[in-house]
Every structure is written in C-alpha cells, then in structure tokens.
C-alpha cells in the first residue's frame, strides 16, 4: 500500500539521514557502557572518555546486516506477525508503561494495580483491530523490579494474541523474560522466527545509558529474539525545536542503537521504534495528542524504510484528561497521520493524558477510531459486479428499492462500517437510555468484555512462566513476593 500523504519527500528524508550522519560523527553518542564503548570502538569508532564517534561507514555496515523480515510468535500461530520494512499490513497495539487508571469522565487517576493490567489486557484481547498486546500499565502492587515478569504473565494468560515484550532496564528482567517468552511461544529464533521483541531506550539527546545498555549488549550476545530501538527525545526540550531537526536526532539514536546490536551481534533482527514528542511552548510540558505526532511519525516511517527496516510509530494519541471531543478528535487526527505512511507497526491504543494513564473506555473508542481508519485505507470494489448497472436499473425501476435487490444484500454487509460503540440511533432512544456520552457507550462495552472467561494457560505453560518468576525473585535477592499463581488460578 502506498502512502496516502507526501508531506515528507524523498529530498526531506535524504537530509534528514545526512544530518543523522554527521551527528553521529561529529557529536558522537554518550555510551556509559564500557562493554558497548569497547565494542563500538572495536568496529571502527573513535571515542573520547564517555563519548563515541560513529562514522559514516559503521552504520552503513550495521543497516547492512540487519535482516530484511521476521516473525513475532504467537501462542496461536494464526495470530504471528510477519514483519519487514516495506509498506504493507500495520499491525496495532497499545501503548504501554502508564502508571495511573483514570476516571474516563473526570480525570482523577490512582495508582495501576494488577487486577486493571488483569482486566485492561482482557478487553485489548477482544479488540478487532489490535494485533499485538504489551503491557498497558505498571501495576504497583507487585516488587518494581519483577513488574515487567508478572505484566508478561498477564499477558500470557489473557491472550494468544502476539504479545510485545516490556521495556528493559536491568540485565535479568531480559534473560528471564526470553525464557518466559521461549515457554509461552515454543519459539526460539530457529528459522526467523522469535517469541518476543525487547525494547531498549536510548536516553535523548544522543545518551546511551549505563544498565540498559548493559542489557542489551547481554541479551544481544545470548542471541534468540528481536531488539526495537525506541528513543523518545522532546522538541525544544531534549531535541531540537524544529521538527526536521528533532526527526534527525531521534533517527540518529535509533541509528546509533541498531550500530550497537550489529557489532555485538550481527544479523539480530532490530525495528524502529520512534517515540518523538512535542512540548507545549507556553508550559515546557510535553504533549502527545498534537498534530505534531502524527507528522513525526510519517516521517519515521519514511526514515525507517529507506534503511529497510521496520517501522513501530505512534497513532492515537491524546493529551485530553477525559474521554470527550478532544480526546475523540487527537485520537482520530493521530491515527490517520501515523497510518498514512503505512508503518509496519501502529502504537497508542489506550493513550490518555500523554500517556501518563490509560482506561478501558479510551481502549475501546481508539479501537472504534481505528475500524474507522482501517475502512477508509481499504480499496472499495468497483469491478463489473459492484458496478452492475442491470441491479442498479432494477433498483430504480422495479418501485420495490434497493434494498430489494439481491445486489444490495451481498454489499450490505462488506461495503458499510459498523460501529462498535459510536451510537446510530434516534434521539428519543437516546435521551431515554440516560446516557452522558460516549464515554458510558465504552464503559458498558468494557464491562462486558472483562466479564469474559480469560484465554488461560495450559498448565505446563504456567507452572513454567509462574517458576520463572519465582527464581527471578530469589536471584535478585527478594524475601518474599505475591504468589504468580493466583494469576492463572481459576478465580484470578
């Protein structure tokens, strides 16, 4: 599928890769690991204390080796993602780390707890329009440094959807969740295909950081699954002011981190992982549901491809507190700029308030924004059938309709977008229902998805995933931790 926007034209993104380039050269990239600075400077860079100069010919060499497709497992092998960089099918997921829930109607959040990563999870299952699954929310009532470990549990037992790996920020959390994914997938690597994606975030501007880097240059070394690369510098803030500006510096992070996995391990599959924000120039706050995104994005994508990679941009978004018209109109405007350019992946299902907190209600409007979207980039029939002038002639002839005619009833249902909460009904009905608005349309739905049986877990697989984290928690020392059984327990 081609891009349906040229905001960004092939001149744009060769300046942009150029002024990528000379970043790298010239300012270099802060790698505050000794592993990854040694490693680097082995290959061809050029480092003064804490800070490496990438030539141009290093990155041509990382791009080079990275390779051009692979599979994402799921547990339902219907359901893995076959993924390269070139335009095509984008597969949706949700955005992920928020710490708080929020109250769709006022805004007011608490803290995320297990049971909402439980019951959000379960309703991402039943969307028709998202593909993959990670972890929507931190809940804060397990041990920080296992809550990615018990997040993947409950995604596991929740869907056989793909299911995207959490971010990394300690060595172990890598290993333990590889191995989690290897039981859950029974994939490894062998033949393209491997049982999760790890993110890595290089810290903006030009920053590799100390532990995670050290993470990734472990894991990269043990080898069996895929690296995304997700910066998330700021405009005007950690990146530069100018859109094109901060494109290119977060290109050159994502660039700088596909470098690092390539000369400790040639050939691991990476994707681009662009995490751009806007900041509101009255505040200094960043903002996510701006146009500005959706832009970026495209942009991203268009860098992405040229290097042959995958591309795992941001669509809906939105900085609104609630679930109302701003919401509504971030999250539509986001999704069809970050769509346009057909990436290969599509993220923020779920983003309310930047970010920082999600809700069931928000999951399921950016589900019903998406089928919406989704319609408008499919090509409608306009062959000899669709087009049957005989049916049409009958239509208007014939006193008994349209709707009488066999040609109508094989459309009717392929050629129209059915809603899933938006509401088409009369406005007596809808005075009479006591509705306030959308926002109660998607709570109603929620409420009868999180009321579902759970996919569950076969009972090797648990016992399995549930050992993990136990031995997770006694090698980094934990006295005691919740029991990762009551998850899968018939009653969790």
């Known amino acids: ?69 692979f599979v994402l497992a799921a547990r339902d092998p219907e359901r893995s993602l076959a993924v390269d960089g070139r335009p095509g099918v984008t597969y949706v997921h949700n955005m992920g780390g928020a710490r708080d829930i929020a109250d769709a109607r006022t805004g007011a959040g608490r803290r995320a707890m297990l049971r909402d990563q439980i019951e959000l999870t379960r309703v991402m299952h039943h ?48 290993r333990y969740l590889q191995e989690m994914a290897v039981a859950l997938t029974g994939a490894d690597g062998g033949g393209g295909v491997y049982p999760v994606d790890l993110a890595f975030s290089p810290v903006s501007p030009l920053t590799l950081g100390g532990e995670v880097t050290d993470a990734l240059v ?45 000369v400790i391990a040639p050939g691991t599959p990476v ?18 549901g701006t146009p500005e995104t959706g832009i970026a994005s495209m942009a991203a994508t268009l860098l992405a491809r040229r290097y042959g990679l995958a591309c795992d941009c941001y669509g809906p978004t939105s900085d ?31 983003d309310i308030q930047a970010g920082v907190a999600s809700c069931a209600e928000s999951l399921l409007v950016d589900d019903e924004v998406l089928n919406y979207v989704v319609y408008a980039r499919t090509p409608r029939p306009w062959d000899a059938d669709a087009l049957d002038v005989e049916a049409m002639v009958d239509g208007v002839l014939s006193g008994r309709g349209f709707l009488g005619t066999k040609h109508t009833r094989r459309y ?38 999180i009321a579902r049986e759970p996919v569950g877990l076969p009972d090797d697989i648990a016992a399995a995933l549930c050992g993990l984290i136990d031995a997770a928690a006694r090698e980094i020392g934990l006295a005691e931790w919740p029991d990762p059984r009551r998850i899968v327990a018939p009653s969790a």
């Open 1 to 69: 599928m081609r891009p349906l926007l040229d905001l960004w034209p092939d001149e744009a993104i060769e300046a942009m890769h150029a002024a990528s380039l000379v970043l790298l050269e010239r300012a270099g990239v802060r790698v505050e690991s000794p592993a990854a600075r040694d490693a680097l400077v082995a290959a061809g860079c050029t480092a003064e204390g804490e800070r490496v100069h990438v030539p141009p010919v290093v990155v041509e060499e990382a791009v080079a080796a990275c390779p051009p497709a």
């Open 127 to 174: 969307l028709s329009c998202q593909h993959m699954v990670t972890s929507l929310v931190q809940p804060g009532d397990v041990p920080d440094e296992l809550e990615p470990l018990y997040s993947y549990l409950v995604l596991a037992h929740e869907t056989d959807k793909s299911v995207g790996g959490p971010g990394i920020s300690h060595p172990f959390q890598a």
């Open 412 to 449: 009717i249902r392929s050629e129209f977008c059915t809603p899933a909460v938006g509401y088409r009904g009369g406005l007596t009905e809808w005075l009479a229902g006591g509705r306030a608005g959308l926002a109660d349309l998607a709570r109603e739905r929620a409420a009868e998805l």
């Open 320 to 350: 609104s507190k609630v679930v109302d018209a701003q919401f509504g109109l971030e999250t539509a405007l986001n999704a069809v700029l970050g769509m346009a350019a057909a990436p290969r992946f599509l993220s923020g299902v779920g």
């Open 271 to 288: 994707y681009y992982g662009p995490r751009l924000s806007a900041v509101d120039p009255r505040t200094g706050v960043v903002v996510s």
């Open 218 to 262: 472990a894991q990269v070394r043990r080898g069996g699954f895929v690296v995304e690369i997700l910066p998330c510098p700021a405009m005007a803030t950690t990146a530069p002011g100018s859109l094109a500006g901060a494109v290119a510096q977060q290109n050159a992070e994502v660039l700088a981190g596909v470098v690092l996995t390539q």
